[in-house]
C-alpha cells in the first residue's frame, strides 16, 4: 500500500514535490516537534525552514509525522537542520549526488587526517542518510532505488576510506603507486563487496560485508615479503575509519568474517592463498556467498580478475553428490512451515522468519548454485533480476515470478520503516501496538490492522510460492530408489538407497522398519496404521536422513513409535504435512534432549498438532489459566505435584520447538521458561504449605515470599537451567508455635516447610523432576539455614554480605508467595542495591572473584560460553557492577541485556554498549539452544551436525568456521571490554 498524494508545492527544489499524506502517532507530539525544531532552525539561521515548519501546509504536515514515527529522523533534524533547509535550493537526487562527490573527494584534501576523514564520512553519511530516508517515506522512488542509493553510499565510504589510506602509505614511502592521483589502481589491495553490498541490495541500518585480499606482486608494493603485514594494518584501520562510533556516530558496521577460514586467517589474503583455499577446501556456503561478490573498492581491475579466475570454483557444470547435499543443507535452514496455521505480525521477523525475505534469497541462491554452471544468464547478483531468468527459463512460472517480486520490494519496504525509526539493525517487528502502529504509518498504512492484514497476506503469498517451488523444482537426484523390507533377507538395492539417503547402518534401519510391520508396537498393531506408515516410509527416511544424524534419528523415532498409544492419526498427519515430518526429524536428529521428552511422553506431540504453535507465544495469564484448570479441587497432594511436573514438562518442550523452529528467539524463550518456572514453583508452594498446614496448622502472621535469583531472576531460564531461589518468611512479633496437631517454632516450621518445598519440586518420581534447586545464595549459604526471616535478611544483607553477595542480588526478583511480603522483599533489595559504595572497591572485588572463577573452573574449550574469558560471566559482571555503582540508569530491571543496553554513557559509550549488547545476544542465542538440545556439554566434533545448523540459523552464520571465529572475536572484545570498565576503574 503507498501513501496518498497532495497537492504540489511551489517552494521549489524538493518542496516543489508531491507530498503524500503520513499520520503521527500524536498530532500534539508533531507540532512540539516542528516547533522546537523550527525554534532551533530560526536560532542558527535558517528562517525559511522555520517559517515553512510552523505553518499549516500538508508539507509541514507530512515532515511533522516523519519527526514523530521516526526518534533517528528527529534526532537528525534536531542536529543538523541545515540538511532540511538545503531541500528548498535542490532536489534529493541532486544533494545525494553532491555528497557522493564530497565523499569522494574526501582522501584528496589538504591536509586530511584519519581523524577529519572520519568526522566528514560521518556527517556526510547521516545527511545522505536522512534523505535517501526522506525520499523513501515520501513515495518519490521505488525501494529497488533506495536500496542503489544505500548500496553505492557505502561503496563510496568504502572507497574515500581506502584511497586515503593508499595515499598515505604512498607519503610515508611503504607503497609506491603509479598513480597517487588514482591511489587505487594497481595498489594491489582487493575489497570485495559481499552479501546485500554485493548485490546493490543494503538496507537502511545493515552491516557491509567485506572480504579483502591482496596481491604481494603488484606494482605499488615495495616489499612483497611485507606486503601481508601492511595490507592487514590497513584493513584493521579501514574498519576503523567505517566502523568505530564517534561523537559524530559511525559509517557502516563492517563485518569481514565471510573471509576463507576467519579463525585462523588475517584480515587481508594474498590472492594465490586465497584461490589455493577455493580450489581446494572451498565450501558450498562460501560459493553462494561469492555469487554477490563485486569488486567495491581498492585495486577494482585486481579484483574483477581474481573473481573471473573463481568463476569455475562458483559455477560448475556438473554437480557431484556432496555439492548436491550441500545445497539441500542450505535449503533446509530456512523452512516452509506449511500447515502450521496463520502467520503472526508482532514480533516476526521480516528477513528470517516464515513467507520472509530469505525464503526468496535462498531459492534464487540454491537455483543459481544448481543450474548457474549450465546457464551463464542465472549467474546475476541482485535477487529480481535472477527471478525473471529463472521464469524465462522456466523453472518458475510467471505467476510466482509476479509475486515474489511484488512481495520482495514490499518486505523490503517494511525491512525499511522498521530500521528507519532508530537506525538500529533489526528485522523484527515490534511486539507491542504502539511499535507495529508506528512501523504501519511510516508505510502509509491508515492503521495497524491495516497493515497486518497486508503483511500477513504478502507472507503467507510467499510461503505457499517458496514451499511449491521446492515441490516442483527439478529433481536433484534420480529419485529415492529402492525401498523393500519384505521377507527376512535384506534387498540389495534398498541398501544402497538407505546408504544414499544418509543412513551409515543400513541394514539395521531394514530391520527397524520390518518390525513396524510386524505389528509389535501398540502404534502399528491395526493393518490400517501399517498401511499409512507404509505410505510415509519414503518421506520419513528423507527427512531422517537429511538430519545428517540418520541413524540415531530414526532410532529415536523407533523409541517414540513404542511408547505410542496408536497410530493412524499420526501417519496421517505427518505425510499430509511435510513440515511437521520435518520439525519431527529435526527433533530426533538435533535435539537429543527434546527426542528425550517425546520419547518418554508420546504425547506431548499432541501440542504440536496445535495450529497456533508457530505463531503465538502463551504469556503469563494465559499459562496460570491453563494451570489453574489443570490443578481443579478435589486432588490429593501427590496428584496435584505429579500434574504440576506434566504440565511443566509439557510446556517446556513446547517452547523448545518454537525456538528450534525459529518462530522465537533467545531471550523470548528465557522469558517463557522463565515465567513457567514462577507459575509452577509457586503452585507447588501453595500445594506445599496447605499440606503443611494439615499436621502443624500455621503460624499467627505467617507468610512466605520466594526470591527468585541467577537466570530465574533475570528471566533468563534455558531448557536445562538450574532455579536459584532463597525463601523468606515473616510472621507476628509475639508468635511463638504453630498451631497444629504438630505445633512447630516458627524458624523450625519454615525450615521444615522449606524442606518439604525442595522434596516436591526436585525429588525425582515417575512423572520426572519439577525442577533441580539450588539454595546457595542465602544469607550464610550451605552454612545458614534453608528458610531465612526477612528481618535476618535484612541485617545479614546490611552488615554481613560479601559485594559478590549483593551482585547476585541485582538479578533478584521476587517469584511466588504473600504479595504484600513480596512487595516488601523487592522494596528492600533495591534499598540494599541503592546503599553508596565505592565503585572502585566493586570493581576491584568483582575482578578479582573473576579471577577466583578462572582459577577454579578453567573452561574446558571454547564452547564453555559461560566460564570462557570475555564469556557470559564476564557480561554478567559488568552489568551487576554497573548496576551496584549506579552505572546504569535507574529503571529497575532484572535483565543482564537490559542492563548492558543501559550502561550510562559516562561509563560505557554508545559503541562498547552495542557491543556488549551485541555479545549477550549471541551468547544468549547459542546457549539457549545448546542447552534445549542437549543433556551435557556440548562437544564440538561430536555435535549432532542438525544442532550445528540450528546453531548457525540462530546466529544468521554460514559455516561452523565463521561462528567459531565469531565467537572467538567476541569473547576477546568482551575481555577487552572488562579490563577496561573493572581492571581499569582499580585506579
Given at each position: 500500500?503507498?501513501?496518498?498524494?497532495?497537492?504540489?508545492?511551489?517552494?521549489?527544489?524538493w518542496?516543489?514535490?508531491p507530498?503524500?499524506?503520513?499520520?503521527?502517532?500524536?498530532?500534539?507530539?508533531?507540532?512540539?516537534?516542528?516547533?522546537?525544531?523550527?525554534?532551533?532552525?530560526g536560532?542558527?539561521?535558517?528562517?525559511?525552514?522555520?517559517?515553512?515548519?510552523?505553518?499549516?501546509?500538508?508539507l509541514?504536515?507530512?515532515v511533522?509525522?516523519?519527526?514523530d514515527?521516526?526518534?533517528?529522523?528527529?534526532d537528525?533534524?534536531?542536529?543538523?537542520?541545515?540538511?532540511?533547509?538545503?531541500?528548498?535550493?535542490?532536489p534529493?537526487e541532486?544533494?545525494?549526488?553532491g555528497?557522493?562527490?564530497?565523499?569522494?573527494?574526501?582522501a584528496?584534501?589538504?591536509?586530511?587526517?584519519?581523524?577529519?576523514?572520519?568526522t566528514?564520512?560521518?556527517?556526510?553519511?547521516?545527511?545522505?542518510?536522512?534523505?535517501?530516508?526522506?525520499?523513501?517515506?515520501?513515495?518519490?522512488?521505488?525501494?529497488?532505488?533506495?536500496v542503489?542509493?544505500?548500496?553505492e553510499?557505502?561503496?563510496?565510504?568504502?572507497?574515500?576510506?581506502?584511497?586515503?589510506?593508499?595515499?598515505?602509505?604512498?607519503?610515508?614511502?611503504?607503497?609506491?603507486?603509479?598513480?597517487?592521483?588514482n591511489?587505487a589502481?594497481?595498489?594491489?589491495?582487493?575489497?570485495?563487496?559481499?552479501?546485500?553490498?554485493g548485490a546493490?541490495?543494503?538496507?537502511?541500518?545493515?552491516?557491509?560485508?567485506?572480504?579483502v585480499?591482496?596481491?604481494?606482486?603488484?606494482?605499488?608494493?615495495?616489499?612483497p615479503?611485507?606486503?601481508?603485514?601492511?595490507?592487514?594494518?590497513?584493513?584493521?584501520?579501514?574498519?576503523?575509519?567505517?566502523?568505530?562510533?564517534?561523537?559524530?556516530?559511525?559509517?557502516?558496521?563492517?563485518?569481514l568474517?565471510?573471509?576463507?577460514?576467519?579463525?585462523?586467517?588475517?584480515?587481508?589474503?594474498?590472492?594465490?592463498?586465497?584461490?589455493?583455499?577455493?580450489?581446494?577446501?572451498?565450501?558450498?556456503?562460501?560459493?553462494?556467498?561469492?555469487?554477490?561478490?563485486?569488486?567495491?573498492?581498492?585495486?577494482?581491475?585486481?579484483?574483477?580478475?581474481?573473481?573471473?579466475e573463481?568463476?569455475?570454483?562458483?559455477w560448475?557444470?556438473?554437480?557431484?553428490?556432496?555439492a548436491?547435499?550441500d545445497?539441500h543443507?542450505?535449503?533446509?535452514?530456512?523452512?516452509?512451515?506449511?500447515?502450521?496455521?496463520?502467520?503472526?505480525?508482532?514480533?516476526?521477523?521480516?528477513?528470517?522468519?516464515?513467507?520472509?525475505?530469505r525464503?526468496?534469497?535462498f531459492?534464487?541462491?540454491?537455483?543459481?548454485?544448481?543450474?548457474g554452471?549450465?546457464f551463464?544468464?542465472?549467474?546475476?547478483?541482485?535477487?529480481?533480476?535472477?527471478?525473471?531468468?529463472?521464469?524465462?527459463?522456466?523453472w518458475?512460472?510467471?505467476?510466482?515470478?509476479?509475486?515474489?517480486?511484488?512481495?520482495?520490494?514490499?518486505?523490503?519496504?517494511?525491512?525499511?520503516a522498521?530500521?528507519?525509526?532508530a537506525?538500529?539493525q533489526?528485522?523484527?517487528?515490534?511486539?507491542?501496538d504502539?511499535?507495529?502502529?508506528?512501523?504501519a504509518?511510516?508505510?502509509g498504512?491508515?492503521?495497524?490492522?491495516?497493515?497486518?492484514?497486508?503483511?500477513?497476506s504478502?507472507?503467507?503469498?510467499?510461503?505457499?510460492?517458496?514451499?511449491?517451488?521446492?515441490?516442483?523444482a527439478?529433481?536433484?537426484?534420480?529419485?529415492?530408489?529402492?525401498l523393500?523390507?519384505?521377507?527376512?533377507?535384506?534387498?540389495?538395492?534398498t541398501?544402497?538407497?538407505?546408504?544414499?539417503l544418509?543412513f551409515?547402518?543400513p541394514?539395521?534401519?531394514?530391520?527397524?522398519?520390518?518390525?513396524?510391520?510386524?505389528?509389535?508396537?501398540?502404534?502399528?498393531?491395526?493393518?490400517?496404521?501399517r498401511?499409512?506408515?507404509?505410505?510415509?516410509t519414503?518421506?520419513?527416511?528423507?527427512?531422517?536422513?537429511?538430519?545428517r544424524?540418520?541413524?540415531?534419528?530414526?532410532?529415536?523415532?523407533?523409541?517414540?513409535?513404542?511408547?505410542?498409544?496408536?497410530?493412524?492419526?499420526?501417519?496421517?498427519?505427518?505425510?499430509?504435512?511435510?513440515?511437521?515430518l520435518?520439525?519431527?526429524?529435526?527433533?530426533?536428529?538435533?535435539?537429543?534432549?527434546?527426542?528425550?521428552?517425546?520419547?518418554?511422553?508420546?504425547?506431548?506431540?499432541?501440542?504440536?498438532?496445535d495450529?497456533?504453535?508457530?505463531?503465538?507465544?502463551?504469556?503469563?495469564?494465559?499459562?496460570?489459566d491453563?494451570?489453574s484448570?489443570?490443578?481443579?479441587?478435589?486432588?490429593?497432594?501427590?496428584?496435584?505435584?505429579?500434574?504440576?511436573?506434566?504440565?511443566?514438562?509439557?510446556?517446556?518442550?513446547?517452547?523448545?520447538v518454537?525456538?528450534?523452529?525459529?518462530?522465537?528467539?533467545?531471550?523470548?524463550?528465557?522469558?517463557?521458561f522463565?515465567?513457567l518456572?514462577?507459575?509452577?514453583?509457586?503452585?507447588?508452594?501453595?500445594?506445599?504449605i496447605?499440606?503443611?498446614?494439615?499436621r502443624?496448622?500455621?503460624?499467627?502472621?505467617?507468610?512466605?515470599?520466594?526470591?527468585?535469583?541467577?537466570?530465574?531472576?533475570?528471566r533468563?531460564?534455558?531448557?536445562?537451567?538450574?532455579v536459584?531461589?532463597?525463601?523468606?518468611?515473616?510472621?507476628d512479633?509475639?508468635?511463638?508455635?504453630?498451631?497444629?496437631?504438630?505445633?512447630?517454632?516458627?524458624s523450625?516450621?519454615y525450615t521444615?516447610?522449606?524442606?518439604?518445598?525442595?522434596?516436591a519440586?526436585s525429588?525425582?518420581?515417575?512423572?520426572?523432576?519439577?525442577?533441580e534447586?539450588?539454595?546457595?545464595?542465602?544469607?550464610?549459604g550451605?552454612?545458614?539455614?534453608?528458610?531465612t526471616?526477612i528481618?535476618?535478611?535484612?541485617?545479614?544483607?546490611?552488615?554481613?554480605?560479601?559485594?559478590?553477595?549483593?551482585?547476585?542480588?541485582?538479578?533478584?526478583?521476587?517469584?511466588?508467595?504473600?504479595?504484600?511480603l513480596?512487595?516488601a522483599?523487592?522494596?528492600e533489595?533495591?534499598?540494599?542495591?541503592?546503599?553508596?559504595?565505592?565503585?572502585?572497591?566493586?570493581?576491584?572485588?568483582?575482578?578479582?572473584?573473576?579471577?577466583?572463577i578462572a582459577?577454579e573452573?578453567?573452561?574446558?574449550?571454547?564452547?564453555?560460553?559461560?566460564?570462557i574469558?570475555?564469556?557470559?560471566?564476564?557480561?554478567?559482571?559488568?552489568?551487576?557492577?554497573?548496576?551496584?555503582?549506579?552505572?546504569?540508569?535507574?529503571?529497575?530491571?532484572?535483565?543482564?541485556?537490559?542492563?548492558?543496553?543501559?550502561?550510562?554513557p559516562?561509563f560505557?559509550?554508545?559503541?562498547?554498549?552495542?557491543?556488549?549488547?551485541d555479545?549477550?545476544?549471541?551468547?544468549?542465542?547459542?546457549?539457549?539452544?545448546?542447552?534445549?538440545?542437549?543433556?551435557?556439554?556440548?562437544?564440538?566434533?561430536?555435535?549432532?551436525?542438525?544442532?550445528?545448523?540450528?546453531l548457525l540459523?540462530?546466529t544468521?552464520l554460514?559455516?561452523?568456521?565463521?561462528l567459531?571465529a565469531?565467537?572467538?572475536?567476541?569473547?576477546?572484545r568482551?575481555?577487552?571490554?572488562?579490563?577496561?570498565?573493572?581492571?581499569?576503574a582499580?585506579?
Amino acid at each position: 500500500m503507498t501513501a496518498s498524494v497532495g497537492k504540489k508545492r511551489k517552494n521549489g527544489g524538493w518542496f516543489e514535490k508531491p507530498i503524500p499524506t503520513l499520520v503521527p502517532l500524536d498530532d500534539g507530539c508533531a507540532e512540539r516537534e516542528l516547533a522546537e525544531i523550527a525554534s532551533n532552525a530560526g536560532d542558527e539561521g535558517f528562517p525559511r525552514l522555520a517559517r515553512m515548519l510552523t505553518g499549516k501546509s500538508e508539507l509541514a504536515s507530512f515532515v511533522g509525522a516523519v519527526l514523530d514515527l521516526s526518534p533517528f529522523m528527529r534526532d537528525c533534524a534536531r542536529r543538523r537542520p541545515e540538511i532540511l533547509d538545503a531541500l528548498f535550493d535542490e532536489p534529493i537526487e541532486a544533494r545525494l549526488l553532491g555528497i557522493q562527490a564530497e565523499i569522494g573527494g574526501l582522501a584528496f584534501a589538504d591536509e586530511v587526517s584519519e581523524r577529519s576523514l572520519m568526522t566528514a564520512l560521518r556527517r556526510l553519511k547521516l545527511e545522505a542518510h536522512f534523505l535517501i530516508a526522506l525520499s523513501d517515506l515520501a513515495g518519490e522512488v521505488a525501494t529497488a532505488v533506495t536500496v542503489s542509493r544505500l548500496s553505492e553510499l557505502a561503496q563510496t565510504c568504502t572507497q574515500a576510506a581506502v584511497n586515503f589510506l593508499l595515499r598515505e602509505a604512498h607519503s610515508q614511502g611503504k607503497l609506491k603507486l603509479p598513480d597517487p592521483d588514482n591511489p587505487a589502481q594497481n595498489s594491489g589491495w582487493i575489497v570485495l563487496g559481499m552479501g546485500k553490498l554485493g548485490a546493490h541490495e543494503l538496507n537502511f541500518s545493515s552491516d557491509i560485508d567485506l572480504v579483502v585480499f591482496f596481491e604481494p606482486q603488484a606494482p605499488a608494493v615495495v616489499e612483497p615479503l611485507e606486503a601481508a603485514d601492511l595490507f592487514a594494518r590497513l584493513t584493521r584501520r579501514l574498519v576503523r575509519i567505517l566502523q568505530d562510533r564517534t561523537e559524530d556516530g559511525y559509517v557502516f558496521r563492517t563485518d569481514l568474517r565471510l573471509r576463507p577460514d576467519p579463525g585462523s586467517t588475517p584480515l587481508a589474503i594474498p590472492v594465490q592463498a586465497a584461490l589455493l583455499y577455493y580450489e581446494s577446501r572451498g565450501q558450498n556456503w562460501e560459493r553462494a556467498a561469492m555469487i554477490k561478490a563485486r569488486a567495491v573498492a581498492g585495486d577494482v581491475k585486481a579484483g574483477e580478475l581474481f573473481l573471473k579466475e573463481l568463476q569455475p570454483y562458483i559455477w560448475r557444470k556438473y554437480m557431484d553428490f556432496a555439492a548436491i547435499a550441500d545445497v539441500h543443507s542450505i535449503k533446509r535452514q530456512i523452512h516452509a512451515h506449511k500447515g502450521h496455521g496463520e502467520i503472526a505480525v508482532k514480533g516476526h521477523n521480516v528477513k528470517l522468519g516464515r513467507g520472509g525475505i530469505r525464503e526468496i534469497e535462498f531459492f534464487v541462491q540454491t537455483q543459481q548454485l544448481i543450474a548457474g554452471g549450465r546457464f551463464p544468464e542465472l549467474r546475476g547478483r541482485e535477487t529480481v533480476p535472477m527471478l525473471a531468468q529463472l521464469a524465462e527459463r522456466g523453472w518458475i512460472t510467471a505467476e510466482a515470478r509476479d509475486a515474489l517480486i511484488r512481495q520482495y520490494w514490499f518486505l523490503r519496504r517494511v525491512e525499511h520503516a522498521i530500521q528507519m525509526v532508530a537506525d538500529e539493525q533489526t528485522h523484527v517487528l515490534p511486539e507491542d501496538d504502539e511499535g507495529l502502529e508506528r512501523v504501519a504509518r511510516l508505510l502509509g498504512f491508515a492503521d495497524g490492522n491495516r497493515f497486518a492484514e497486508s503483511f500477513r497476506s504478502a507472507l503467507q503469498e510467499v510461503e505457499q510460492h517458496y514451499a511449491a517451488l521446492f515441490e516442483t523444482a527439478p529433481e536433484l537426484s534420480s529419485g529415492v530408489g529402492n525401498l523393500v523390507f519384505t521377507g527376512d533377507v535384506d534387498d540389495p538395492d534398498t541398501l544402497k538407497t538407505l546408504h544414499g539417503l544418509g543412513f551409515g547402518r543400513p541394514s539395521d534401519i531394514c530391520r527397524v522398519i520390518r518390525s513396524w510391520h510386524f505389528g509389535r508396537y501398540r502404534a502399528t498393531q491395526s493393518a490400517e496404521a501399517r498401511e499409512r506408515l507404509t505410505e510415509l516410509t519414503p518421506a520419513l527416511l528423507e527427512a531422517f536422513g537429511e538430519t545428517r544424524r540418520a541413524d540415531e534419528a530414526l532410532m529415536r523415532f523407533d523409541e517414540f513409535l513404542a511408547g505410542l498409544p496408536a497410530g493412524i492419526q499420526l501417519f496421517s498427519l505427518l505425510r499430509s504435512n511435510p513440515a511437521l515430518l520435518r520439525l519431527l526429524a529435526t527433533i530426533m536428529g538435533a535435539a537429543p534432549r527434546l527426542a528425550a521428552i517425546i520419547t518418554r511422553r508420546p504425547h506431548v506431540f499432541d501440542g504440536l498438532l496445535d495450529p497456533a504453535l508457530l505463531t503465538e507465544l502463551p504469556d503469563k495469564a494465559y499459562l496460570a489459566d491453563r494451570l489453574s484448570a489443570l490443578l481443579d479441587a478435589g486432588r490429593t497432594y501427590e496428584e496435584t505435584l505429579d500434574r504440576l511436573r506434566i504440565f511443566a514438562a509439557e510446556q517446556k518442550f513446547l517452547i523448545g520447538v518454537r525456538l528450534l523452529a525459529g518462530s522465537i528467539d533467545a531471550s523470548r524463550a528465557g522469558k517463557a521458561f522463565s515465567d513457567l518456572a514462577d507459575l509452577t514453583i509457586g503452585a507447588a508452594l501453595d500445594a506445599v504449605i496447605e499440606q503443611f498446614a494439615v499436621r502443624h496448622g500455621t503460624v499467627a502472621g505467617g507468610r512466605v515470599a520466594i526470591l527468585g535469583m541467577g537466570k530465574l531472576g533475570s528471566r533468563e531460564l534455558t531448557a536445562g537451567s538450574d532455579v536459584d531461589l532463597i525463601l523468606l518468611y515473616d510472621h507476628d512479633a509475639d508468635a511463638e508455635e504453630s498451631d497444629g496437631e504438630k505445633p512447630l517454632a516458627p524458624s523450625h516450621y519454615y525450615t521444615r516447610l522449606t524442606q518439604r518445598l525442595i522434596a516436591a519440586v526436585s525429588a525425582p518420581t515417575a512423572e520426572g523432576v519439577l525442577y533441580e534447586l539450588d539454595l546457595r545464595l542465602r544469607p550464610s549459604g550451605n552454612k545458614g539455614p534453608v528458610a531465612t526471616h526477612i528481618d535476618a535478611f535484612r541485617k545479614y544483607q546490611r552488615e554481613e554480605a560479601w559485594t559478590w553477595e549483593h551482585m547476585a542480588l541485582t538479578r533478584a526478583r521476587a517469584v511466588a508467595g504473600d504479595g504484600a511480603l513480596c512487595a516488601a522483599v523487592e522494596t528492600e533489595v533495591e534499598a540494599i542495591l541503592a546503599l553508596p559504595r565505592s565503585g572502585s572497591e566493586v570493581s576491584r572485588k568483582a575482578a578479582d572473584m573473576r579471577d577466583m572463577i578462572a582459577a577454579e573452573k578453567p573452561p574446558r574449550d571454547l564452547w564453555e560460553i559461560k566460564l570462557i574469558a570475555g564469556g557470559l560471566i564476564d557480561l554478567e559482571f559488568i552489568a551487576q557492577v554497573a548496576v551496584l555503582t549506579r552505572q546504569a540508569d535507574d529503571h529497575h530491571t532484572t535483565s543482564t541485556a537490559e542492563i548492558l543496553a543501559r550502561l550510562a554513557p559516562d561509563f560505557a559509550d554508545a559503541q562498547l554498549r552495542q557491543e556488549l549488547v551485541d555479545a549477550y545476544a549471541l551468547y544468549q542465542a547459542l546457549t539457549q539452544m545448546i542447552r534445549l538440545c542437549l543433556t551435557g556439554a556440548f562437544e564440538r566434533t561430536d555435535a549432532p551436525p542438525g544442532l550445528l545448523d540450528l546453531l548457525l540459523r540462530a546466529t544468521d552464520l554460514p559455516d561452523f568456521s565463521v561462528l567459531e571465529a565469531h565467537v572467538k572475536e567476541t569473547a576477546l572484545r568482551v575481555r577487552a571490554h572488562f579490563d577496561r570498565l573493572l581492571r581499569g576503574a582499580r585506579a
